[in-house]
């Protein structure tokens, strides 16, 4: 499973997956709306969880708390809660999911993957895993919410 869990994380970096599908999204005339949603989705977490929430929290990484953990991955740098792959990831899922029920439960999936490599490469506590989760689902609501008062 750690090859797998790394390969995972990795789609996370930066948003990465999501940025990359966001793009292709703006692509297409059906799916531009969704596309927009996921980028103010993605910038609402960043804004809110990296820049607010975890300089207000301060909360140390687990290696840093138990030095004894051997790190599969380059450590992160930065405060460990909420965690921002998992609101990254679970902001554009929750966006995506304007695009129907498979790409929802699609976009779910991989999202929750993504936070569980968090936890399972001790780079994130579950209480982490949890709020990201929650920042990200009300982010990707604020998103479509904005964007209905919007008309985007």
């Known amino acids: 499973m750690d090859a797998v869990m ?11 997956v999501w940025l990359v599908l966001s793009v292709v999204l703006l692509c297409g005339s059906e799916t531009r709306r969704t596309g927009l949603i996921c980028l103010l989705a993605l910038l609402l977490a960043f804004l809110t ?5 975890k300089n207000l929290f301060m909360r140390e990484r687990p290696f840093i708390q138990m030095p004894w953990l051997q ?27 304007q695009q129907g029920k498979r790409a929802a439960v699609t976009a779910f999936i991989l999202a929750f993957l993504i936070a569980f490599s968090r936890v399972y490469l001790s780079v994130h506590f579950f209480s982490d895993i949890l709020g990201g989760i929650i920042l990200g ?3 990707g609501l604020t998103a479509i919410f904005i964007s209905k008062k919007v008309r985007v």
Request: hydrophobic residues 45%; aromatic residues 6%; contains cysteine.
């Open 71 to 97: 790190l599969l991955i380059d450590p992160p740098s930065g405060y460990s809660f909420p965690s921002g792959h998992t609101a990254s990831s679970f902001a554009a899922a929750t966006a995506l999911s």
């Open 6 to 16: 790394v390969k995972l994380t990795v789609l996370g970096n930066g948003s990465l």
């Open 49 to 53: 969880g990296d820049l607010l929430l």
């Open 137 to 139: 689902i009300a982010c």
